[in-house]
């Protein structure tokens, strides 16, 4: 967990998310997904943010697993997707 949060993974800076709160055993992280179309429409004063929240958890002597929630552009889906298969492969939905 502090791995992730002095370094997070690619498809989170690639994405722009930053670390916004943490708890003892996840980490949230946040991005400013407003298109250039929506600023200027509603003159600044909207935002879409997306919020991912990881949750880690002892897997036993194995190692740790995470559980990822929240929402992500699809670039940033497709990474989470290609690093869960490097590790093994998510357990659930990539969607």
Do not use: C
């Not at 916004?20 to 004063?45: N, P, Q």
């Not at 290609?82 to 969607?95: C, T």
């Amino acid at each position: 967990m502090a791995q992730w949060r002095d370094t997070p993974p690619a498809f989170l800076a690639e994405g722009n998310y930053q670390l916004v709160d943490e708890a003892y055993d996840s980490l949230v992280f946040e991005a400013d997904a407003t298109s250039l179309g929506t600023r200027l429409l509603m003159f600044g004063s909207a935002k879409t943010l997306y919020r991912l929240m990881i949750k880690f958890e002892s897997d036993g002597a194995s190692g740790t697993r995470l559980t990822i929630t929240g929402q992500a552009v699809e670039k940033v889906r497709d990474r989470i997707a290609e690093a869960a298969a490097e590790h093994g492969g998510p357990r659930g939905p990539v969607a």
